[in-house]
């Protein structure tokens, strides 16, 4: 029964949103065991590189390019800055240094991206990469509802909104959700500097393999797949691809990603969750908070 419910909803998150998938996989961990953990762990494993290889051909290497070139300084500074702080802050803490790299990473550029094409390089657990996804995930959710007001509150225009959300705001989806709901002008520079910002995740990856190389190992082993995600995107910018097949690969990556986070998030154990505590979340809020305010200062 447990099996045959297992496999239904591993089916079925392939039609949901990830986060969905994600929270629907932690609570069927929570009240049951994986029936097929060993399976799981090298299905997710594989099918999270090609979703990420998919989500490259949604990228347009000059569209982000010419977007982001007047606040390269700041998209800089921001990254490294939330990197740097989520190390000190997530040792302060006493979370586990790979759980901290996570959520840095996903604040620090975007979000459920950012975290899903990090974990297999810093080769992180399913536990790990659960708990980051859930606090990632759950700021997006509120930062869709409290943004939107909280800049009709400030004053903001539809241009400072837009740059703000696509800082502030960890994924993609959400970023486009607030910017709709604030105005035509904050929707569609929101998404060109949310797609520039996504960039970084190319140079994030290599810095990540000569941080996270094994000790005494001067060799860095290279996860093949990141090449393929920079393939797909140049594929994107250069060729004639038709529309349709970029659409087909768009929802083939959305939903091997939703199908992915469902097996990540069974994955979880109680004891992981008992062990890290709330921490994780309030690393998550402090993060969001720092680079919340000091874009405001920016923009």
């Known amino acids: 029964m447990i099996q045959f419910l297992f496999i239904l909803l591993f089916i079925g998150s392939a039609f949901v949103a990830p986060a969905i998938s994600l929270f629907a996989g932690i609570v069927f961990a929570l009240l049951f065991a994986n029936p097929y953990s060993k399976a799981s762990k090298k299905v997710s494993k594989y099918l999270l590189q090609v979703a990420v290889v998919g989500l ?32 000190f802050l997530g040792r302060w803490l006493k979370i586990p240094h790979k759980l901290g790299y996570l959520i840095s990473s996903g604040t620090a550029i975007c979000g459920g991206s950012a975290i899903a094409a990090v974990a297999p390089v810093i080769e992180a657990d399913d536990n790990e990469t659960s708990i980051s996804l859930a606090v990632i995930f759950t700021l997006n959710a509120l930062a869709l509802f409290i943004f939107p007001p909280l800049g009709h509150l400030l004053g903001l ?84 691809i038709p529309q349709t097949l970029l659409s087909i690969i768009s929802i083939a990556s959305h939903k091997f990603l939703s199908m992915t986070l469902f097996l990540i998030g069974s994955s979880l154990s109680i004891q992981a969750i008992k062990a890290v505590g709330v921490k994780p979340v309030v690393m998550g809020v402090v993060l969001w908070i720092i680079i919340s305010v000091t874009t405001l200062f920016v923009v």
């Open 56 to 87: 490259g051909f949604g990228m347009n290497l000059h569209q982000s390019l010419a977007t982001g070139r007047d606040g390269m300084l700041f998209t800089i500074v921001s990254v490294v800055g939330v990197l740097v702080i989520g190390y």
């Open 157 to 240: 225009s539809q241009e400072q909104f837009g740059i703000w959300a696509a800082i502030a705001i960890h994924d993609t989806s959400s970023v486009v959700g607030a910017g709709f709901a604030y105005g035509p002008e904050a929707l569609a520079l929101a998404t060109t500097v949310k797609l520039t910002r996504a960039l970084w995740i190319i140079p994030l990856l290599f810095v990540t393999m000569v941080l996270f190389r094994k000790n005494g190992n001067k060799k860095i082993s290279i996860p093949w797949f990141i090449f393929l995600f920079i393939g797909a995107m140049i594929a994107n910018t250069y060729l004639s």
